[in-house]
Structure formats: structure tokens, C-alpha cells
């Protein structure tokens, strides 16, 4: 068979069944083998980066997922680079699959040839342009074992018209992937670390998402309660445990964060951080603060990420799931010696916190106010909905405001952030969970950025809520600016002579979301809000494609973070909540 042949039928042992691209001259003969061997079905792009995160989407959606992204040789290897770097940020397995000029001309200048591996190499766990066609079987195999060993992340191959062309011998029926490598923790490790934490009064799990990516949540809350151990989740790891889970004790960090969160966190002696890199939005950038007063535990499956940011007084090298396997183990056998310490008073703490330390969410102002958006969407979406969100106060505010239950549910573009993502992402979510109610969240500037790829969602029969905060502004960076004492080159206003009616808010989202197959509403009276997102689910079904809720917002609004990058000293530039009206969606009600 062809070496493209020989590759399609790895992906299907290896457990692929999608991918995401856009064909081209150079990876034609790759795109003859998906059709010919079947069992691999395609979604087609409307721009090669949207098919890059459509492939994350489709990756953080389910445990043992790859994306797998195709394109052409030159520009198209280029515009995936961001997918690449947002993956490999958040440790995210996908596969992108680059056509190539043949291998007599890569070095000529031939068209469209680019040394594309080279450009890959700093965003992916291997990138490699296959020169000898018997070398594809093994170069796939080694791309699933290293995207799933250890810390995973992505892999770019790059394959020359003529090697996709040649024939070679395979046979797939005798094919088996390479063995998953993951370091394990010890039992005296892990002994040690439970040792500290029962040693401590006032102790917090830090929940990362590599205790998402080793599916091992439930772990993760068996340990807490065993152990009687609140648990923080990062932006990465919302949903490990559920919101309402009295050992919840809210995100900690500069701008995704809840009052009660960093309440709690500056309380604490002893943190555990599981399966987390300690990010700077999480910790600040005053570590001094993160740390005074506290010790710290890290687990991690990537060695080298130990002592990165700053040193733990204790380090384990481990998969979470392996670590957290042992945990549970040694807490069993600790409270049936009746060894661990009653940590009910630590708990009311932060639950006190959790009922006192809110963010008013309730205004009737119009235009609308952001928090009013995602109260109503905490009303109208319910514990099984996907959000997925990346970058902007939207994001910021979302985090603040929305709640999630489970793993996996909060879908976020942590670490790349590159505006455009949501788009696509939410439809490579809705791919891998085509039952699911997913509901994106965007701003105006990031809807814009691929806007186009909502036509891919009409095409394909995709459907998901599109909820689009519309201020008609770069309101993070405006509000970045503030400290600068400028409001520059951030105003996206401007009077549309086809839509009047908008006023300054210039673009016309409905028309362009209609344009590109889609339904669209448009709510300008918070009042309104929740009997558009009820419309917005039943549009969805009814036609099967992508429903956008646009709310009009007030021009400026500040969202709560640090102006000092200390999460001691965050600004609450809005009213907080006094009473329980304030935050009727909140998940305890107001101590007024």
C-alpha cells in the first residue's frame, strides 16, 4: 500500500475517528487514502487554523481523544502553528498532518515548500518531515506513544508528495501502539507528602488540569473528602470537582478568581498542588505573597516542571492519576486508624467565605451590564452543559460568574489564548459530543477573529450557543491600559451605514451569522436574556447549526482583578454583593 495509505490505517488504530483539515495539491494523495480506507471521518475547515483548534476541541472533550488537523504544504503548516502553541501551553495531544513539496525540491524553493518541521519544533513534543517512505509507519507510531507519554502535548509530521505516493510494505492487521509511559509515584513519596498535609491546619489542594487530562477527578474528590481537604481548581482544572462541593473552596488567582477563592488560598499553611504549573494568573506575580506563610507539595508528570516557578518543600515526579491512586490508598488506611485530623472548622471557614465573599451579578441597566449575562446563563444552562471560552474580560468574567460541575466542562484556551479560538473550538466539542448542550462564550473581538468557521458548523450540521457579549471594544486591553493612563487603538466602534439601528456598535453579527447559514438573536434588555438562551437551545435543535445570543453591552465595564499582579490586592471595581438579591445564581446564597 501507499505510505498514506499505511498512515490512515495507524490513525484508526490508534484510535482516530475524526479529523479536521483542509485538502490541497501536496496532501491530496493523504486525503485519497481517508476516503479510500474510510472509518475516518473528516470535517472540512474553513481556514486551516480553525481545523488546528477544532482538533483541541475535539481533544479536551472526552479521556484518550486526539485531534488530528490536516493541511497543505507551506502556509498551510504555518496557520496551524498557533494550534500547535496553544496545545502544547495547556498539554493537549493533537496530531497535525502537513503535505510537503517532493523531497528532490524542498530545498529548491520549490512552491509552497517550507521547512515547516523547523517552525514546529519549539510548539510540539516532535516535528519531523518523513523522507523515506518506509519510515511512516514508525514515525505515526512514535507520534501517538510520545502525545500520550509523560506530559502530553502535540506532534506535527510533515509528509512529501512522494513519499504519501510511494508504496511500501504494512500490514495493519499486526500493528500495535508502543506502550504509554508515565512516572509513577512511590508509596514513601506519596507517604511523605500526606505526612506534611496531615501535619498542617489548614490545608488546600491546588486541582490542575492534568488531573483532567489523567482522568482522575474523581480521585481527586475521593482524596479530599477522605482527608477533609478543600480543594482550589485552577482555570485548567474547573470542574475536577464540582462547584457546589462544600470542599470547593473557589479559584484563587489575579483575574479568574472568586473573592472567597483568594480569601481562603491567603489563609492557608500548606498547599498541595496536584497535576498543576503553578501559572502566573494562578500565583501572581508576587510569589512572595502566593508563598508566605505556607508549604508546598507538588506533583507533577513532567519532572522538569518541578521547581520551575519556584521550589517546593517537597517534589513527586508522578501521573496524577497514579499519585492520586495512592493517595486514596494511604488516606483509607490513615482514617481507619482514625490517624487524620477532623478538619471540620477549616471547612466552615471557607465555606463562610463562600456565602459572604460574592460579586453582585444582578443589574437592570441598559445597556446590559456583563454580569447580568451570566447570571441569566447559570439560570438557563444546566450542570451537563460544555462551556467553552479563551481569552478577554468575557473569559475573565465568565470565570468569575458561570459555574461548572464536571471535568472537562470548562473548555478554555488557558495558556496560548489566541483570540479567534472559540469558534472552532466549540465546534470541535460539539463534534466529539454531539448530544451535549455546549454553549461558547465570546466577545465581539474574539467572535470576529474566525468568524468564517461558523459556516463549517451550518455545512456540517454542528450545532451549539454562541453567547456574544458585544461592547464593541478591546475591553482587556483597554482595561490593560488603564495603568498607562492610555485608551488607544482599542475602540472598535463605528456607525454601520447598513445597520443604523446599532448605533456605534458597528458590526452586525446577526446578519453575518445568518449569512454564514447560522440563526442569530439579538437581546438589548437583560430582561430578554433568559428567553433568548430557551430560543437559542430550541433554534439549535430545530436546525441543527450554531445559534448566536449577541448582548449589547454598556461600552465599559471593569472586570475584577489585580492592578499590582498581588492576589492579595485585587480591585472590585464593580458594587459587590450586600444582599441576597444581588447574586440570586450565586452557589450559596448571600449572609447579608
Known sequence: MTAARAAVEILKREGVTHAFGVPGAAINPFYKALKEGGGVDHTLARHVEGASHMAEGYTRTHPGNIGVCIGTSGPAGTDMITGLYSAIGDSIPILCITGQAPTSVIHKEDFQAVDIASIAKPVTKMAVTVLEAAQVPGVFQQAFHLMRSGRPGPVLI????????????FDPETYQP?????????RAQIEKAIGMLVNSERPLIVAGGGIINADASELLVEFAELTGTPVIPTLMGWGIIPDDHELNAGMVGLQTSHRYGNATFLESDFVLGIGNRWANRHTGYKLDVYREGRKFVHVDVEPTQIGKIFAPDYGIASDAKAALELFVEVAKELKAASELPDRGAWIARGQEH??????????DDIPI??????EEMNKAFGPETRYVSTIGLSQIAGAQMLHVYKPRHWINCGQAGPLGWTI????GVATADPDAQVVALSGDYDFQFMIEELAVGAQHRIPYVHVLVNNSYLGLIRQAQIGLDINFQVNLEFENINAPELGVYGVDH???AEGLGCKAIRV???????????EAKKLAQEYRVPVVVEAILERITNISMSRTADISDVTEFEEIATEPWH??????????
Do not use: M, N
Open 158 to 169: 510533515d509528509l512529501p508528495i512522494d513519499v504519501q505516493l510511494t508504496e511500501i510494505e
Open 524 to 534: 438589548t434588555d437583560p430582561a430578554d436574556l433568559g428567553a433568548a438562551f430557551e
Open 178 to 186: 508502543l506502550p504509554v509511559y508515565k512516572p509513577a509515584a512511590s
Open 424 to 427: 472552532p473550538a466549540a465546534l
Open 583 to 592: 447574586a440570586p445564581s450565586s452557589i450559596k446564597t448571600l449572609k447579608a
Open 510 to 512: 446577526v446578519k453575518v
Open 354 to 363: 463562600k456565602s459572604t465573599l460574592l460579586r453582585r451579578t444582578h443589574f
Open 369 to 374: 451590564k456583563p454580569q447580568r449575562v451570566y
